[in-house]
């Protein structure tokens, strides 16, 4: 496991990133809450990071670094894809 509190090199990781080709599925839950009602979602190809990354790996790269995850910075949520930012 990669410890990326002490990565530098992140063109490490740029490299690393697999390309998903996306497609079409159905989404939801026909037996569950109304907020799951079955869809139909596109979603255009992507890429991922092909090293995986534990919620500890992750709170050591925010404990090194300082940042604010979108999650706790509302200013970055409301500019997020989904709200017409970035």
Known sequence: ??????LTDL???A???RLLSGGTFTE???YGDANETLCR???????MDAIEVTNRDFAQLVAA???VTDVKNPAKVMSGPINGGR
């Open 28 to 30: 939801g839950d026909a």
């Open 1 to 6: 496991m990669i410890c990326l509190a002490l």
């Open 65 to 67: 670094t300082g940042d």
């Open 11 to 13: 063109s490490v990781l």
């Open 41 to 47: 979602v596109t979603v255009a190809p992507f890429r």
């Open 15 to 17: 490299a690393d990133r």
